[in-house]
């Protein structure tokens, strides 16, 4: 038997523990625990524009990520003006901002892609921003791990993604809304020791980083690294591409002859993820069809000096299994 209620107060308790973890303490900004980083998109968004109604315009960075287009297109619903950001609007804000400035409730952007790790040049928007009472909103799924969580400015708002199910929204002070499900949610069942470890420590960037660039540049016949030389990424994870295989194929091979965890492996395939259409958002930024079914992401911990022959012995498999032999 149990009493179905929530128990009063427990959201506040848990996002005062988040707070203590961060590398500031500063009363004026607001700390909250959100199950997910979709979550506290939705709840901030919406809040902000309960809030602030007579502005009916936001910003938003396209192909990034899913989420935020999700975001964008209910905004759309409820008839809110939504601009589009490409990246070379980025470097000319002052001409796409001019004409809307007065309308802007805020500007969505995603600080890393959650698949590959490729990282993205905030700092035009924040220098554009800065100084004006615009809303900027970004979503880190993997940057805050490493790299000090930096307070906010007045009118940002940070989403970090710790766990699939759990995330942290951090703002300053000009932002002050109430989430409407969040502390109405199950806080006290909440198991919180993997989302706090993530916050108030940082990962060695270079840890790993020979350990990637090694493996992509030895690749078995077949397979070519995803990144070019010199991008922007988080070295956290190899990004590899096959386009004649499926990469569900690949890490269901890979996986056993390298002794993996299922954790260490996963694609952007399709097969994978059950959805025919997750790869819209990837191939309407510019990703050829052939290169989301054969892309494949490695843990660069589980990386070693076996790994590009073992990935080889797992490309002989499936081709057989193409050929029927």
């Given amino acids: 038997m149990r009493i179905d209620l929530p128990v009063v ?19 004026l900004v607001l700390v909250q625990a959100y199950m997910g980083y979709q979550h506290a998109l939705h709840e901030s ?13 936001i910003a938003i960075v396209e192909n990034a990520e899913p989420a935020l287009q999700e975001i964008a297109v209910g905004f759309s619903e409820e008839g809110y003006t939504v601009k589009t950001l490409k990246a070379a609007d980025l470097a000319n804000g002052a001409e796409w901002l001019a004409p809307i400035q007065n309308e802007l409730l805020l500007v969505l952007f995603s600080q890393d892609d959650p698949i590959t790790g490729r990282r993205y040049d905030g700092s035009p928007i924040d220098q554009l921003l800065k100084d004006k009472r615009i809303f900027r909103v970004s979503v880190s799924h993997t940057v805050h791990e ?12 940070r989403i970090l993604s710790l766990t699939p199910g759990f995330s942290l929204l951090v703002a300053g002070e000009r932002y002050r809304v109430p989430p409407v ?6 806080w006290a069942h ?8 993530k916050v108030g420590s940082i990962r060695d960037s270079e840890k790993h980083k020979q350990a990637v660039l090694n493996f992509e540049s030895a690749l ?4 070519t690294p995803f990144f070019a030389q010199g991008d922007l990424r988080i070295f956290d994870r190899a990004v590899i591409v096959n386009e004649g295989m499926d990469g569900s194929a690949v890490i269901e091979h890979l996986g056993p002859i390298a002794n993996y965890p299922a954790a260490a492996l996963d694609t952007s395939s399709p097969c994978r993820w059950n959805n025919t259409k997750y790869i819209d958002w990837l191939i ?11 892309l494949v992401v490695i843990a660069a911990e589980a990386l070693t000096e076996k790994t590009p022959e073992q990935l080889a012995a797992a490309a002989v498999k499936i081709t057989q299994l193409q050929e029927g032999i």
Wanted: hydrophobic share 30%; net charge positive; proline share 12%.
């Fill in 284 to 294: 309407s930024r510019g990703e050829k069809p052939e290169t989301v079914r054969g």
């Fill in 220 to 223: 078995p016949q077949g397979f």
């Fill in 181 to 186: 499900i969040a502390p109405r949610l199950p």
């Fill in 45 to 57: 968004t919406l809040g902000v524009a309960r809030l602030f109604s007579h502005n009916k315009t």
């Fill in 9 to 27: 107060g427990e959201w506040n308790k848990v996002s005062e523990k988040f707070r203590e973890k961060l590398p500031f303490q500063d009363p």
């Fill in 190 to 197: 909440v198991d919180l020791t993997e989302p706090l470890s």
């Fill in 146 to 157: 490493f790299e000090p969580i930096k307070r906010p400015e007045l009118f940002e708002i």
